[in-house]
């Protein structure tokens, strides 16, 4: 490669003002976009009004969820996914799982989790890349769809009555704080324990320390609780004791075992029809590892659209703040036009944004509607976590040019799949680095 030091210069900067002041719309945009957000001005008022919530196939009669000032999105797109057929067996219009209950059992495994990877990584440098990711990562409130069925199948369910939000898991920065430091505390310990028997003392008093910092912030999640309720109709129902595995045994109509994920990966590394892993991902020992499909993006909608005319919602994952209108609720892949503002082209295709670091995975949430023209979506109807006060009382409506683009995950239902992709799941799944942008958490 070529030497490229070049220092900046006086009369390089003479040269830039001179390029810039040479073309008058410079300071017509220059005025703009000092008095104004430059998205408002790069906004496409064309395609945005043009963006209507009609949908000629939609499911959601419900309201939705909040996750508030919590990065809980994966665990609350996971429990609205299942919520449709408990308010239909319970002969309600309204239900939520307690998300607050998962939370906290989350929190709790992936400290376990935490403490087995420094365990595993103990004889590695303290600058080694997958030790430095693992510590730097500890204790988000993100996760993946592998993660939640695993939370599911090991700790059950319960009604939100049960157990309500709190304060701390509607705001997790500062419990998350507490427990970061713990955590890194016991990773010193566990690097300088002397014996198996050294790092089991470490991890038995850091993790009753971690659920004493839980029950806390989060209350005490119940090992059995009474449920009654009435219906919509009127009729009062009593189900007696129960335990969150019996809960969820009870009124779940979908197995969390029947999905598995799919993803568009298009960077040339990630061969299509193959299944991948990422290495340290994940929240519970001994859980299903979290697993993935790379197929066509054209896949991804096949699969999501006749799930939802088959009359079920899906889970999915995205890049949630890119080409975004919050306020009207709106995607479109050219919703801006960046490149006009700045005269200046933004040429990375999906597959480079993923390689250059410029998108991953940030957000996951429910379809719940598509726009059909004959077999082609046109766009697509999404239930968000994020309470009602914008787009459709906060139901998002995402054209389908944003899909391509900015979708990259969808759990589906195994036996919906093509011969040839379940064949492909059975394979050894590549290893991804901890630090892949696929392992991101939603």
């Not at 490669?1 to 002041?21: C, G, I, P, R, Y």
């Not at 939705?64 to 408990?86: D, E, I, Y």
């Not at 790092?199 to 993790?207: G, L």
């Amino acid at each position: 490669m070529a030497n490229m030091t070049h220092s900046l210069t006086e009369q390089d900067v003479e040269l830039l003002k001179k390029d810039f002041d040479s073309r008058p719309v410079n300071r017509i945009v220059q005025n703009a976009v000092t008095q104004t957000a430059v998205a408002d001005v790069a906004l496409d008022r064309e395609i945005l009004t043009s963006i209507d919530t009609s949908m000629s196939h939609r499911l959601d009669s419900w309201s939705v969820t909040n996750q508030k000032k919590s990065g809980r999105c994966w665990m609350f797109a996971g429990l609205n996914l299942l919520r449709p057929g408990a308010m239909k067996r319970l002969g309600l219009k309204e239900f939520e799982f307690s998300q607050n209950h998962l939370l906290f059992w989350d929190k709790l495994e992936r400290c376990n989790y935490f403490l087995e990877s420094m365990a595993q990584l103990s004889d590695r440098p303290t600058d080694d890349r997958t030790l430095g990711f693992v510590m730097q990562d500890v204790m988000g409130d993100g996760g993946q769809w592998n993660m939640f069925a695993a939370l599911v199948k090991k700790h059950g369910l319960v009604p939100k009555t049960v157990m309500p939000e709190s304060h701390s898991s509607s705001e997790t920065a500062p419990m998350n704080s507490h427990l970061r430091s713990l955590l890194r505390e016991a990773a010193r310990d566990v690097r300088s324990a002397g014996s198996p028997e050294d790092v089991e003392q470490v991890r038995s008093r850091t993790m009753a320390a971690a659920y004493r910092i839980l029950a806390i912030h989060l209350g005490t999640p119940p090992e059995r609780f009474e449920w009654q309720w009435t219906d919509d109709s009127g009729e009062f129902h009593r189900a007696g004791m129960m335990s969150p595995l019996e809960f969820a045994e009870r009124y779940l109509t979908i197995d969390v075992d029947d999905y598995v994920c799919l993803v568009d990966d298009p960077r040339p590394s990630s061969p299509r029809g193959r299944t991948f892993t990422v290495d340290q991902l994940g929240n519970i020992v001994g859980g299903d590892p979290v697993r993935y499909l790379n197929v066509q993006a054209d896949e991804l909608r096949k699969l999501a659209a006749e799930a939802i005319v088959d009359g079920e919602p899906v889970w999915f994952g995205c890049d949630v703040g890119k080409m975004m209108q919050r306020n009207a609720g709106v995607w479109d892949a050219e919703l801006y036009d960046f490149a006009g503002i700045y005269d200046t082209a933004f040429s990375l295709d999906k597959a480079a944004r993923l390689e250059y670091h410029e998108t991953l995975m940030t957000h996951a949430m429910l379809l719940t509607g598509v726009d059909l023209d004959g077999d082609m979506p046109r766009k697509w109807r999404v239930e968000n976590s994020w309470g009602d006060e914008h787009a459709d009382k906060g139901f998002y409506t995402m054209n389908d040019s944003w899909f391509g683009e900015y979708v990259f995950e969808i759990a589906a239902r195994r036996d919906k799949l093509s011969p040839r992709l379940r064949d492909a799941l059975d394979a050894e799944p590549i290893v991804l680095p901890a630090w892949d942008p696929m392992g991101s958490l939603a």
